[in-house]
């Protein structure tokens, strides 16, 4: 009898401690979360530093998580192709959000996007802008990403701006729907941002005739356009036309490739 009571306490005992090093180790990992959590890469100007290499520390799921392959409601990725995802272009089988934009290989091919192309981290004491607004970019809160930047390769195509009538689906024939006809010589001082490969852009358009239209007017998510920079290019006109007058002539300076 004795014995056996020992042994029940040595159990009660055994539990005690094991209950209280959980609750210690679960506190502290929910310390460390919390930690991680507020960390101050998040913010300005800290995550305007911050390398992917910096992110994905603590994000790999940003990169690792895949997509559902059948929906709550029962309908099959492999079975709801949208239109875009029938394009040559389109490789492999569905991807999540990021890496479509991170790791594919026409994200790798033709852009260098960084977490903090899109993530710009948000105002303590303003908490969000939303809808983040032209006035206010710098400032969103951090879940929420600026459309702005999404604009920029998502945007319709401003066909009025280069005389085509219409839409390039329509007309694009009229050009041999090759862009190049007209941009070997116009606009030709483009791309020179951190989060594009201006070099591989120009090389895949050479053999690929949708590569431009598909930043352009291909995937336009919006039904306006983006007001581009204006940059000068070689043997432009003089004069400027009366739709450019407000335009930047630069990229945003947080786009500028650091030489
Ligand atoms: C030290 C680890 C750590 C680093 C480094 C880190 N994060 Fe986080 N981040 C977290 C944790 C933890 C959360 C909370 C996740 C949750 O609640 O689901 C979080 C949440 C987020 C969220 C969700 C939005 C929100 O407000 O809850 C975004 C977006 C995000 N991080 C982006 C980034 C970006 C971009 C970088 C690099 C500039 C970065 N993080 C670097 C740990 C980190
Ligand atoms: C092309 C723009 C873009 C890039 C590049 C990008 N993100 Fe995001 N990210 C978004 C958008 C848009 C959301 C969704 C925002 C929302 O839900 O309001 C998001 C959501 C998130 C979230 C929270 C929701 C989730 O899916 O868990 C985290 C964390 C995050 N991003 C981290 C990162 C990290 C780390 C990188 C770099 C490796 C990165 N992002 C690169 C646009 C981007
Ligand atoms: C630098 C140009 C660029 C920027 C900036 C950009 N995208 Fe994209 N986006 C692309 C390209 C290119 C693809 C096609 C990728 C492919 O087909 O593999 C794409 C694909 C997509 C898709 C389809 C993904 C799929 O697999 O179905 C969505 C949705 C999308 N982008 C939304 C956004 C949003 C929202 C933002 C802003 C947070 C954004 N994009 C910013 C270039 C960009
Ligand atoms: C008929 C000649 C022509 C063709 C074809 C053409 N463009 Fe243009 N594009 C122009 C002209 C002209 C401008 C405005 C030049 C200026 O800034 O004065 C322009 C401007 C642009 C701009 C900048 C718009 C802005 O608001 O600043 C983009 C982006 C562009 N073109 C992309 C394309 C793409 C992509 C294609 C093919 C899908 C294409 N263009 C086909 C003549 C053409
Ligand atoms: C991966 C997406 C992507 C592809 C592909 C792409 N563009 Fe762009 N393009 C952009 C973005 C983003 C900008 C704005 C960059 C900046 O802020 O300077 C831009 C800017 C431009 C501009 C404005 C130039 C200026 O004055 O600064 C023209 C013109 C243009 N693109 C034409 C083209 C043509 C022609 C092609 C094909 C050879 C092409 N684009 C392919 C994303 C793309």
Known sequence: MKHKVTYLNKCILFAVIALCVNTVVAKDIMAQYDKARRNLI?????????????????????????????????????????????????????????????VTPLAKELTNLKC???????????????????????????????PNVCLMCHGKMNVAVMGIPESWEKNGKLFNNDCLTC??????????????????????????????????????????????????????SETIPDWAKNRPTESDPRFLIKK
Not at 52 to 58: F, G, R
């Open 42 to 102: 998040h913010q300005k100007p800290l995550i305007d530093k911050a390398s992917n290499k910096d992110c994905l520390a603590c994000h790999q799921e940003i990169l690792k998580r895949n997509i559902r392959q059948v929906s709550p409601a029962g309908v099959k990725a492999k079975e709801s192709l949208a239109w875009y995802q029938t394009l040559d272009t389109y490789k492999g089988e569905q991807k999540t959000f990021h890496q479509r934009h991170l």
């Open 116 to 146: 903090n192309t899109c993530h710009q981290g948000n105002d303590l004491r303003e908490e969000s802008v939303i809808p983040p607004d032209s006035n206010n970019t710098t400032r969103t809160q951090r879940k929420h990403v600026n």
């Open 183 to 236: 941009h070997a010589t116009i606009r030709t001082n483009r791309h020179k941002v951190n989060f594009l490969n201006a070099e591989a852009i120009e090389a895949s358009a050479k053999s690929h005739k949708d590569t431009c239209f598909g930043c352009h007017g291909g995937r336009a998510w919006y039904r306006i356009v983006y007001p581009y920079p204006r940059h000068k290019w070689e043997n432009m």
